[in-house]
């Protein structure tokens, strides 16, 4: 990627990752405003999931060509041996850190106002990565030509022992490179959409709904019997009976 349209590009990048995680369907109401999550934790995710991007697939991508394809990144307008190595390492600096910087200000942008909407997102978006985009493409216009050769900074200014890029290993580079990062980019989009399993989170429910049905109720024993005292056993007294069955008559 030309070094001079590597920052418009993360820049767009982090904004249309902003708006696929506002996109994302575990989160109330689609199409919102994707706040910048800057605390650590879970709801730090998204904005680290951008900057992940940007360090290990974005930035990788940039220095392939800052490394090996030097002159060429600047489309031979500049001899890249007179450059320190310093100005490589800050444009690697810039390139990492221009997706969360899109990301942050994609969100920043839609959740202007009391209540963010898709429309106000979607004008973020239009700004933050179209008009970076649409500056990018016409750069890459005005200088397709230069880019399209394949050469040292003095072999282009001699028009000599170049070579076009097509067909030619850096043209392979190039379609390689443009790969992995469309790859990486659908991984990261796929890493913010995705819905959190809610099958454990259903689980304590139901087995609350089961333990909350109304139960019988046990059975209290039946009390045990008293043993039948001494007056139970004793038989009733007659009237004009006395003790030991005998008639109360006189003589």
Known sequence: MPAFVAPLVGLALGALL????????????????????LTPGPRGRPLALAALFGGFVFAPVCAYFLVFAPDWSFAY????????????LLLLLVDAGSVPAGFALQGLAAAAGSRPTAQRSMRALVVLAGVPLAGAAIAVLALSRRLALDG???QVEGDFGVHP?????LGYALL????????????????LVRRPSTAGARAPDEGAHRDARPRAAASAPAPAADP????????????????????????
């Open 18 to 37: 902003a708006w696929f995680s506002a996109a994302a369907r575990h989160r109330p109401g689609a199409l919102r405003a994707a706040e910048p999550r």
């Open 228 to 251: 039948p005292g001494p007056s139970a056993t004793r038989p009733g007294r007659r009237l004009g009976v006395g003790k030991g069955g005998r008639p109360h008559r006189p003589g």
């Open 176 to 191: 390689w490179m443009y790969t992995m990062l469309a790859a990486g980019f659908a991984v990261t989009v796929s890493a």
């Open 165 to 169: 890029v097509a067909g030619g290993p």
């Open 77 to 88: 307008l500049v001899d890249t041996r007179r450059i320190p190595s310093a100005v490589d």
């Open 152 to 154: 040292t900074y003095r």
